[in-house]
DNA sequence: GAAAGTAATTCCGCACTGCGGAAAGATATG
DNA sequence: CATATCTTTCCGCAGTGCGGAATTACTTTC
């Protein structure tokens, strides 16, 4: 797109750029929104939903004259859980963990510089964090993240570290709070958010190694209802147990 | 591709089959192996792989020369769940189910002629039929297909259904074992599928109304480990009673 | 209910993208 | 080390997909 790649093919980032959008709107848009959302010419975007309703990606809403994600975006995920060993593992431990505590407790592994959460149990607390497989936060502002970079192996960590920052300040965000949110991290082998990617919500999260690679296992809070003191007590505590059981903590200790 | 039209985006389509090729192998996938399950020619397929890379869809596997899907492949499908308000109500009931029956239990919605498992709670017996979120059958072979199209409005259900059977004359199968089934769970308000998919695995699916649209309550089973008295028995009893509190059985009754 | 306004789609000429055969480069194999 | 196999890059050319403009389809307003 920016650079001169000749092996690049635009179309296809294109078309995969209308999906984006429609998966970050989480609503149905138009011709028109997208073609705002995606910097595209209107009659490039008519013909781009058109290919995509023809392959069964998207769909014209009830609400006609907008296009929705269609169910079959969902397959395209499916092998990255069902290969997962330590998913089925994690699962059980997520229940427990969620009718302990009553709060939702979930999954989450690395994706560049986001993380995804793959699992997700849903909790009985009346005020819940909403959250679905798929669901997907920068590294930076979730403790999920901060958890799985606080257990990579050194060399990792740091250039995953130095990309976080690298798109931190490329948004004109302060690194600061993310290094400190790290250092804790690495030091106490949990990690603690609150606010920093909304108001009113957080997390905590500690790492668990799987599949060869670092997960977290996580839950997220309305900061409005649990103090940072119940965080760093009675749920950190139930947080590190459930990980024990679940394997070593730091890649390389198998 | 096949057809002349002008307003196809043949990069698009193509860009997509790769991933979907990736999708139904399961497992990391070469060039070469990608370009003979498309039929697409090497530099074509080494010049999307390469783009998809780029966008952060696919990546070389471990086991290097060989490209899998990465997670950012579910947040495509992120949106579907997340708006869906009948999951919500569903899931607790779904947890009850299996916590009953030992057996899994998942909440699958219609995408064309294919259905879509959008949340499956894991049983607890020791033979467990494999499924995750994402997971998708053709409506001809599954419980929960059937389920949808018995419980749909007659003019919609017709034309589904007739294109179904079509998919199944397409792939030289047939449509009759359809038509019963469908006949049968029209009448009775329930689905039982055995050995349909693959030997040894089949499923007992009720419909449910939801979002305006119908889903279906079902339980994979193991052929080999339950009779079809026993699916006829408690198992379809369990179900209908979660279905009744989920709401109304036939789509308009509202 | 016509008219004006807005948004989506289709048309169409042209630039240039993406295609695919062939060559070059990498990796595995015996 | 040579050979076979597979992957990526190169490159000329066909024809795809681009986007401005025209057309068509909706929606709104009075």
Redesign the pocket.
Known sequence: MAQED???????A?GLAILEALSRAQKPL????L?RATS?????V?????TLSILGYVRLSQT??TYELTPKNLTLGYPVLAGMSLLERARPRLKQLSEKTGETAALAIRDGIHVTFVEVIQGSNMVAVRLATGGRLPIAVSAAGIAILSALPDRERRTVAARVRADITRRGGNPDIFNRHLASACQQGIAIIRDAWRPGIGGIAVPVVGDGDVAALTVPVATGSITEAAMRGSLAAVLRETAEVLGPARAGEA
């Open positions: 000749r092996q690049f093919v635009d179309a296809l294109r138009s011709n028109g929104e073609a595209l010419a209107p009659s490039t008519s013909r781009l939903t058109h006609s004259r």
